[in-house]
């Protein structure tokens, strides 16, 4: 298993499990609900629950982008090796011809 592989599998188990699903649905609805009861000049402090609410999301992206760079890479992979199979074919017809 290559480095990239377990990297996502990890992500993938962390963004699936039932706790951490939990934990990120009761620290974003409280962030939202702070923003949203805040009265307008409180200015600062919904700036601060936003930043706070954008940091979680970024905080969950990093573990997406683990997983979408695992499946870059692999889907890459597989276009090379569709490549190489092309080009031996298309050489052995060369041969052949």
């Given at each position: 298993m290559s480095d990239a592989q377990y990297r996502a599998e990890q992500a993938k188990r962390l963004l699936e499990d039932p706790l951490?699903?939990?934990?990120?649905a009761v620290v974003e609805q409280a962030l939202k609900d702070e923003i949203l009861s805040l009265?307008?000049?409180?200015?600062?402090?919904?700036?601060?629950?936003?930043a706070m609410l954008k940091g979680a999301e970024q905080f969950f992206r990093v573990f997406h982008l683990v997983i979408d760079g695992y499946k870059l890479e692999?889907?890459?992979?597989?276009?090379?090796a569709q490549i190489q199979s092309r080009l031996q074919a298309i050489q052995e017809r060369m041969r052949d011809v």
């Amino acid at each position: 298993m290559s480095d990239a592989q377990y990297r996502a599998e990890q992500a993938k188990r962390l963004l699936e499990d039932p706790l951490m699903k939990e934990a990120r649905a009761v620290v974003e609805q409280a962030l939202k609900d702070e923003i949203l009861s805040l009265p307008l000049h409180e200015r600062e402090r919904r700036e601060a629950a936003v930043a706070m609410l954008k940091g979680a999301e970024q905080f969950f992206r990093v573990f997406h982008l683990v997983i979408d760079g695992y499946k870059l890479e692999q889907a890459e992979l597989t276009n090379e090796a569709q490549i190489q199979s092309r080009l031996q074919a298309i050489q052995e017809r060369m041969r052949d011809v």
